[in-house]
């Protein structure tokens, strides 16, 4: 069995008085693309703010990488976003720097490389992503919503990162931009080893994509496991949600 | 960490890596990668048997080097990389994108800032029509409304005369009683040289209502007001709410531009006004303690030496500056486009160019104002 690299247990998040996650438990392994499932609003993404340091839940427990949510130094902190990266739903790339900058950035400021081999990293970086030599000059603003997130997935994947985090990664593509960024997804995991967590509701990836998959249904972790398996397990929202015929 | 050796011999080479050829140690090789790069060998041996790790950066090096020698035609020989490895470098290799490939705009030196200031006249002329179509929109806008004053936005006014206009009074009185302090300090000094300390009264007053105080009050509401209309705006511009309100037949001008031009125009005679009275209390302050001069003395001079067209001049005033400040915050707010870099540099254009315009105005309405002399 391989490592476990991050692990939710009974997490249980409040807004206010609405509460969003009701004693959550998942697991995902070393190496394995997973996915976290749901319908709008079920509160996939704020799961993954959760993992990410990005937001505060009330009770539980988050493990990621050996290190514990509350319990790590301000260097651990650090260590810990210099092995994961995360591709936000809009690309979230910086505005004030063009595209080449905003992807060289975290090897300015994390690594000494002399300045050609970072622009050779970057530009490296964004020919993996499928982003087309005119566009490295440019600025976020000049860009389509397909060439931000190729953009900010070769920002997301210049530190070489162990995890890597996307969010809604394949919504506002075309069907066929969608399913050649899914393919890109994951043949950039198998070649860099990379453990990715997916935060999604679009069929394609589910299907072709993803290892292994939880659904969060009714504030509850209501499945965790493989397509195959999901298929055998009779739930009416699982069959709903997952469009079996 | 990392050894790099090259063996150089005759027309042929031997490049010995072993160690970690990662991010972290590639700074310490490269001046040797670099000078082998440039030369020239039939044949390069590249033996990776101590190597022990390698990440992408590293294999980004390597593939680059090797391609470079290709380039040249020499036979490019690997040996003793484990397929690991190997499917990194692979991986590298498919995506090398040399830097020479992409094309970089660069600027000349010299023709640069000429280009820039072609630029720059181009944008302002670009902005001066964008202006003249917004205010003939807004003009377009104001006359439907008048057909049909059913449909003015009423609420938004109220909320924006409050906004604007009753929650800056405290910072309007704090800044318009310390003008008028100061104003009456500095007199007081040179009026008591001439025991005419009485005069303080004529002083204070009749600066503070025909000049000071509209334009202190007008200072500060462009700085809070001007700034944050531009803010708000461009925010919903950037977010789309602008092209939503659009595309359902709000007109923008109806629900943003209108009320809060109203609201400026209703708010700021009251915020004059009111900026006159605590300005004169600040004055009548200095008066007491440093001229000796009672509260009732004060009135009484200022009731006899205070013409009410002096009053009436500043509350003039006041709307003109209203107009601008809305209008010029409002404008600015369209002209956000695209990044949130935008907002930022439209509101301080805004914030500037409303004192600028409320100043100029000042001064066109007193020139008016004495050549027909009033």
Same mark, same amino acid.
């Given at each position: ?133 005119? *566009?490295?000059?440019?600025? +976020? ?36 931009? !969608? ?67 | ?51 022990? $790790?390698?990440?992408? !950066?590293? *294999? ?71 202006? @003249? ?30 906004? $604007?206009? *009753?929650?800056?009074? +405290? ?42 105080? +509209? ?26 709410? &602008? ?19 109203? *609201?400026? @125009?209703?708010?700021? +005679? ?14 009548? @302050? ?63 254009? $805004?914030?500037?160019?409303? &004192? ?19």
């Amino acid at each position: 069995m391989s490592e476990i690299v991050i692990k939710v247990k009974d997490v249980t998040t409040k807004f206010g008085k609405h509460v969003v996650h009701d004693k959550i438990s998942i697991d995902v392994k070393e190496g394995e693309i997973y996915g976290i499932l749901g319908g709008s609003g079920s509160g996939k993404t704020t799961l993954l703010r959760e993992i990410i340091l990005l937001q505060k839940f009330q009770s539980g427990s988050i493990e990621i990488l050996g290190k514990k949510i509350g319990q790590m130094s301000y260097s651990d902190t650090i260590w810990l976003k210099k092995n994961w990266s995360v591709l936000f739903q809009f690309g979230a790339l910086y505005s004030s720097l063009n595209v080449l900058e905003n992807v060289s950035i975290p090897l300015i400021e994390y690594t000494n490389l002399p300045k050609e081999v970072i622009t050779e990293i970057a530009l490296s970086k964004l020919k993996m992503a499928g982003l087309k030599k005119e *566009a490295t000059y440019l600025f +976020p603003s000049e860009l389509s919503g397909g060439m931000k997130k190729r953009a900010a997935l070769a920002r997301a994947l210049v530190m070489d990162p162990k995890i890597l985090f996307l969010d809604e990664p394949t919504s506002g593509l075309d069907p066929v931009g !969608a399913e050649n960024f899914d393919i890109l997804i994951k043949e950039i995991a198998t070649l860099l080893k990379l453990t990715v967590v997916i935060v999604t509701h679009d069929l394609h990836t589910i299907e072709h994509v993803l290892d292994r998959f939880c659904i969060i249904y009714d504030k509850k972790i209501l499945f965790q496991g493989t397509l195959d398996e999901a298929k055998k397990f009779k739930h009416y929202a699982i069959r709903e949600f997952l469009k079996f015929k | 960490m990392i050894n790099f050796d090259i063996i150089e011999e005759d027309k042929q080479c031997t490049i010995k890596i072993s160690g970690k050829l990662t991010k972290e140690t590639i700074r310490s090789i490269y001046p040797k990668i670099k000078r082998i790069k440039e030369k020239f060998f039939l044949i390069a041996k590249v033996d990776c048997v101590g190597l022990n $790790s390698l990440d992408y !950066a590293g *294999a980004l090096i390597l593939a680059d080097l090797s391609a470079s020698f290709c380039e040249k035609k020499s036979s490019v020989i690997v040996i003793g990389m484990n397929p690991n490895f190997k499917r990194i470098m692979l991986f590298a290799r498919k995506n090398l994108r040399q830097k020479s490939q992409v094309v970089e705009i660069k600027e000349n030196f010299f023709v640069a800032p000429i280009i820039k200031m072609g630029k720059n006249i181009v944008d302002s002329i670009d902005s001066f029509v964008f202006f @003249l179509s917004f205010l003939g929109e807004s003009s377009l806008q104001f006359f439907r409304i008048l057909l049909t004053p059913w449909k003015f936005r009423y609420k938004a006014t109220a909320v924006h005369i409050q906004k $604007s206009g *009753a929650l800056a009074l +405290p910072i309007v009185a704090l800044t318009s009683f310390l003008v008028g302090v100061v104003i009456a300090f500095q007199s007081a000094e040179q009026l008591a040289k001439f025991g005419a300390n009485i005069f303080i009264v004529d002083m204070v007053s009749i600066s503070m209502f025909r000049e000071i105080a +509209p334009l202190i009050a007008a200072i500060v509401i462009a700085g809070r007001s001007a700034s944050s209309y531009t803010a708000e705006i461009g925010t919903m511009k950037i977010t789309e709410e &602008i092209d939503a309100m659009r595309s359902m037949g709000f007109e923008p001008i109806v629900f943003l531009v209108l009320p809060r031009i109203f *609201a400026l @125009l209703i708010a700021m +005679p009251l915020i004059v006004f009111f900026a006159d009275m605590i300005g004169i209390a600040g004055g009548m @302050l200095v008066a007491k303690s440093n001229l000796g001069i009672s509260y009732s003395e004060f009135i009484v001079r200022a009731r006899d030496v205070v013409a009410t067209k002096q009053v009436l001049i500043g509350l003039f005033k006041a709307p003109f500056f209203g107009l601008l400040i809305a209008t010029i915050g409002c404008f600015r707010g369209f002209q956000v486009t695209g990044s949130t870099e935008s907002i930022g540099r439209y509101t301080t254009i $805004s914030v500037v160019n409303a &004192i600028f315009w409320v100043i100029v105005c000042d001064a066109l309405i007193s020139v008016v104002l004495t050549e027909i002399g009033i």
